[in-house]
């Protein structure tokens, strides 16, 4: 009996501990996103995976330069909120979150795939339309 409740603690803790290695990905980004900014949050993303690495630093520039545009006009960061979490299978992994801002909110995708014995971006996105995002989550559809 005490062999079966091991194992079954082992598994917990296992569990919890893989999950922890992605969102701590996330974190990382949020983090360098409030306090070193958009270009440093980006590199996290790119730098958490070699192939994105390859891919050069034009993509990344681009994106670093549009979203920082994009956020100088939306006024002062008001923080962060978890929107959805898909777990797709053991090794992919969706998250999008609500980043606020005083004029609207933006909404990041982040698709977390693990491979290599360790977790890494495998994308992130960013928009403004929010619309989308509730609609799949409230099955609301806007009429105009």
């Known amino acids: 009996m005490k ?3 091991a ?3 082992i598994l917990i803790v296992v569990s919890c501990s893989s999950n922890n290695k992605q969102q701590k990905l996330i974190d990382t980004f949020f983090l360098k996103y409030e306090q070193k ?9 790119y730098s958490s995976n070699p192939f994105m690495q ?3 630093t034009c993509q990344r520039d681009s994106i670093t330069n549009m979203l920082n545009d994009l956020t100088k006009q939306l006024g002062k960061y008001e923080g ?3 929107l959805r ?3 797709i299978s053991k090794s992919l992994e969706i998250q999008s ?15 977390l795939y693990h491979s290599m014995n360790k977790w890494r971006f495998q994308n992130f996105q960013y928009d403004s339309n929010i619309t989308d995002e509730i609609n799949l989550i409230t099955d ?4 105009h």
């Not at 980043?99 to 990041?108: S, W």
């Not at 609301?140 to 009429?143: E, F, P, T």
Request: glycine share 4%.
């Open 3 to 5: 062999l079966i409740i």
């Open 7 to 9: 194992c079954f603690l």
């Open 37 to 45: 900014g958009v270009e440093s949050a980006i590199e996290h993303v």
């Open 54 to 56: 390859n891919e050069g």
């Open 80 to 82: 962060h909120e978890l």
């Open 85 to 87: 979490k898909e777990q």
């Open 97 to 111: 979150y609500l980043v606020k801002y005083e004029r609207q909110p933006l909404r990041f995708n982040f698709i």
């Open 140 to 143: 609301i559809s806007w009429y």
